[in-house]
């Protein structure tokens, strides 16, 4: 949500990054101008051909993390558009007489739903969530799967019997919706084979849905993959600074500021950097669409998105309110 | 509709880009040549790096723009597809005897087309269409769901009873398809399991395409993608006039003109500049395509189009005409 | 069909260009020797950079436009899958003593194949097929549905009462679509419920391959895509002749060709545009593929083919010869 | 099949390009270096732009190549699959008095996948297994297709009547699925309406394969977009010669080559312009993944697997060996 | 598992290339400088050309690994998922009286995951597990696969009977599910028609599952494609130390180094070389994702989590422990 970041927030953002490109700039062209140690203007040709692959390889990895984020979203968008079609299939397939049986159900599937975004937001050791420059900006907003607890969420969704059984097994959203599996098919007296199949399809449907966000949050952008980029990125920040000290020297001559331009190295050579490792970073950091940073799929807001929707089907009256945005980020 | 946009059309578009570009380009070109400060000739080497990784994250976004518009489009494709099968199902499967319970299911499949794209055509933070060069192009064409109300378009569609109950839900398209589904599974006694599965399974798919542009009307371009690459851009814009300005006055060295060439920096730089930023305008133009703008989906026409379809599978003879574009926009 | 366009044929296809860069490039090249306008030779940089936002927007829309092609080849593809498990059904399902029903089946069909290649073939205002380069081409091959009539090709399919009927419809395809699952319904005495489903389910997907085939008809390549991509690439066109003078005219230094050679600027810069332009002619050629270009998607021919199988399944013995090509152009 | 290609396998499979490439760079050079002929040395800028557009084709058209290579194997993939699960489901879906219906089903199966791998094999004008360099290459493996006859391949597979019956047919490959429905419909007596519809669901996707990898074997890469990529191509290639010439000319400069260097001219120009035609050439050999070339689809291993898989669920003792690789090609 | 590789550790596993680089390009800087040679510097003209599309065909190269390990994951979670939902429908869809059918059908599950895993284990000769940088690298991780056979560990989850017969078959993993299809057929008297469909769905979805596994196992990134990329690339790298010379002999002009410049050569060209070689060994040690490697989709893993979940649906209590990372290598 919200409409950009600012310039400035970027630049908050990438504060450390900057400090340490500036002092890397900084280096060589002391060494240059002031040690007189020239022979370090290195010749521009390789450096620029490693521009090209590292332009390639952090676009590749851009790429990969855009459409990780992306299909994290169509299958979480696909959660809601199968809760509401299974909301209307409980709520209608079942006669008059039976309407005791769709609260359960519908309970039970808004417990799933909490049960697969606690999952969803445990820690992995390859995310970025917990770094420096993320970890400062998590003070503007929270993530109310680390407020809270799964048993305490759970709460509120199952019979007591139910919510003691779950929490003994391994993966609660999997025995979740093998419960719902469980009562569909001891309905099995009041609801037609039909019915009882095509509520079964939409099991079958969850699961799906639930092994696919369970991939993206288990199979993170290949190491070997992401490791290059980072690799040949910082090879790259390291010897621009070289590389551009002799065009900057150059670039004075004739003017009365001969001899000093080579200091335009620093900010030139520091922007420069300072590009290539932002994109860098912008793709780091949706690579892994789960992990509770500030570009997330909005998990906690879809999964009440759904809890209104389908209770609203029951025409409850005390719906519970959406999660919005807090300071533009939406959980 | 329409073949192309002229030349013209364009300019006059991005008429206020032209205005700010061509300031940034002037200043630099009259520090050098009038006030003399020819240190402010930047070297070109890392001007052209940046133009590179502009170049690609703009394509990138370009890319993604397309894709989010060619989505929008397949699924209203699927929308249309889905409610002509629906169509002919509805009225063969019920027996002659109740075809009386025909037109109330097709007219509020019409209601559902409808509160669909009254939702989608509701703003969003991130949305372009009240941008200035926007706003002043909607004066050639409308959007009806600007023009009218939700609640007005509805009232021929449904009973007063089903209208009333509507309207106080949160999101109408959802309710009207459950609607939809409980007056299917009423008529149990007089369609067979296979006809119910069948009507059934049209309104998950329903659900499905709803769901769909649902969520391309809710998840924009990523934030951080979209932030990173109008950074770049703008650094990209400001540092070109003055990469060009020993290229232009190099230009002239033996010609009559010699000295006065850097004056050409000002209509290239300009060009250039203005070249990469229109690139990004057209991506930015198609990233949300349901925000009402010239080259949005056109939802409304489609949403008629079905409805001339389906009242024609009923021989009805006072068809809607349907909706043309204005001024080459359809909307 | 064919093997590939001779070097000649492309040279006639794109004649009107070549004539309109020669002019082009020769204007400058004047006014350089003739008139000793030297200031004209534009520095090259920006240019260069030019070329590249051209190439990658270029590459843009071709890639779209073989998508769109291709897709659309894929759409008819599936037509043909899903006619032949249709005829097989049909013809299978039926009891031995029903076999007088199949045959209208079968011929409805391929009714519904030809209206909707009629329709396809309808022309819109962004087609280029009646641009005058195309046109011309047209004179070596025929575009069947302009030679004859709907009403013309539909007789020999339909029933005079249905043939009637269809004729005051909108969208024929549809209700002759609408017309199967008539037929299908009336069908229940003869057929179980497994088959009808079945048969029904192939209706539904017919609808979908007519409402996919629709839409690339009826959704261009986005028009402010295209129109960028027009711009960016006159632009360009415009730019390089004066670009290379100054490279053309340093070419002869120290030869006898020594001030000659900037004439070298005529052929090349021509050759340099016209390699950019016919890359972008070829994408613009393929982006509507049912226009009744050179290089459409043969749908008239895919049209006859599933006529002439589905009438092969019921072992008919006059059946019609294959549509093929015309100066290896297939319709 | 095998590991990669040799250095010397791919000198040898080019060398008529090579050839014609020397000679192509010997014509400059001599003209310039023995006739004196300086002013044919091209000046790099607009080659080098040229160039990059070649490049840019040249990938666009081999990844357009490999796609329909892996898609035409996805496809293969997907008969496999679909070939084993209606395997274990006609075996199992017959009650045991039946099991003399298994047989023929198998049997008519196996007549399918040898139909469709005759009738891919055929030749089609845009193929090039027929040029030298391919045709020579044949005689180090052998195309079952062409070394037997369908005739004689489909004897053992069909009762005498069938036999006769589909040889007659337009397509034969359609008209045996055909069979298998009538067969299957047949059954109805022993199958009940489920085990049919399945089986019927079998055969609709079926068609949809085989559909599928006749669209990819009759709708080659588009012939314009073919066109233009060779023809960009060969400009480039007959330029470069003479856009190198000054380059080597200078590259002796100082060094006791002084004025020979131009020479290298010959092999460089030579390797370059070889990189550019390989990579042409190998996306070429794959566009038409069925044309009996030794990177086709091994569809007659395929097949073969097929046949073994089924025949070892009806516990076969005399399974047939698998097609192995000659020469590491894989049929 | 593990966030990324070290720089050492990268440096470790390419060292062999390194020797060979540093080799390379000490010749070329020795036979300039000590030797005299000077006509050895290269023009960089038609390297940079080279190295452009170099820079394509790899990067081309490491998209389709990328993408062929992305899918590979993709088949693996669609089985975690299909599994998963087969789990609940034999669990559920058996009537309380026949619980006991409930287990072999789960265990012989276990056997065909096992089956599966172990034929996608075995080596292919296009495989890069064996060559001598990865081989080492085995020696911090073990492949359950190699420690075992598969006779041993089918032990547990077959009868005795059943275990004999599947080492009989060729395909084990396709014959296995023929097992469970014949068992489920044979379940007739105690599930109703719809269960049976149902479940004979998921077997059809388990033989399209493996089908596609087995794909990416045995169709390989095509030969012509890998080779021509692995030409291309070392003529590339043998080029560089040459292309350089002149630039970094002429980088000490005017410095103290004058004249020792150029044996910056050597560090420079084989760090160039070094990060185009290492991008192309991390596509290529992706594109086998079943061989062994660190880089596998971790297939013990998931069949391992599979079985834990399914053991756990039927609430028993030993469930095994689930395969963990070793040096942060999941197999």
Known sequence: AGRKYTFLE????TRRDIYNLLILSIIPTVLYHVAGFTFLALTWVPIALLGTAVAFIVGFKNNASYNRLWEARQIYGGIIN?????????????????????????????????????????????????????????????????????????????SEEEYNYVLTKKNRATQLMALQSKHINALGSV????????????????????????????????????????????????????GLLKEFNAMGQGTFLEGYTVWFNVPFATLLNWVFLSLDRVGESSANPFEGGANDVPITNISRTIEIDMRDMLDEKDLPPPIVAIHNILM
Chains 1, 2, 3, 4, 5 share one sequence.
């Not at 970027?10 to 953002?13: D, E, L, P």
């Not at 739903?113 to 970025?128: G, I, K, M, S, V």
């Open 10 to 13: 970027f630049i908050i953002w």
């Open 82 to 158: 199968n809760s509401r079609a299974f909301g209307v299939m409980v709520r209608d397939f079942l006669p008059a007489g039976q309407a005791e049986e769709v609260r359960p159900l519908f309970y039970r599937h808004f417990a799933w739903l909490t049960a697969l975004r606690f999952q969803l937001r445990e820690p992995r050791t390859w995310e970025n969530v917990d770094q420096a420059n993320n970890r400062e900006y998590q003070r503007v907003y929270i993530i109310p799967e680390r407020e809270s607890t799964l048993a305490q969420e759970l709460l509120p969704y199952l």
């Open 191 to 242: 609801l037609n084979d039909f019915q009882l199949m095509q509520l079964q399809t939409a099991i079958t449907q969850f699961y799906d849905l639930q092994g696919r966000v369970e991939r993206i949050k288990n199979f993170p952008y290949p190491r070997n993959f992401s490791s290059v980029a980072t690799i040949l990125l910082y090879l790259f920040v390291v010897l621009v600074p070289f």
